[in-house]
């Protein structure tokens, strides 16, 4: 299993980031997959969760309407698009594949003028 992150990066207040997940070693149009993020001094928190066709998602309460998560299963990737960016979405954002013990490097985003 191999997960890696991408896009993460320094953004001011308001702005936009896209985040992907590149997935190899299983059968990624199974598991439904989902991004996590942990700030400093604070657990990992679920941010966005899809289901394994797209035609469903959850997400947090802090991210609804700011953050969109989807999937294109033939490359086998998760995107998370994140706008209207806030100091408090800074964090190390990690994608999971549901049911499998593994986490990627994750990547870093931080939220600041």
């Known amino acids: 299993v191999q997960l890696v992150e991408s896009g993460g990066g320094l953004v001011q207040p308001g702005g936009s980031l896209r985040l992907s997940c590149a997935a190899s070693?299983?059968?990624?149009?199974?598991?439904?997959m989902s991004w996590y993020r942990q700030a400093p001094a604070k657990e990992r928190e679920l941010v966005a969760l899809?289901?394994?066709?797209?035609?469903?998602?959850n997400y947090a309460d802090s991210v609804k309407g700011r953050f969109t998560i989807s999937r294109d299963n033939a490359k086998s990737m998760v995107i998370l698009q994140m706008n209207n960016l806030k100091p408090e979405d800074t964090a190390v954002y990690y994608c999971?594949?549901?049911?499998?013990?593994?986490w990627g490097q994750g990547t870093q985003v931080t939220v600041s003028s």
């Open positions: 999971r594949a549901a049911a499998i013990n593994y």
């Open positions: 070693g299983f059968t990624f149009r199974r598991y439904d």
């Open positions: 899809i289901g394994t066709t797209g035609g469903s998602t």
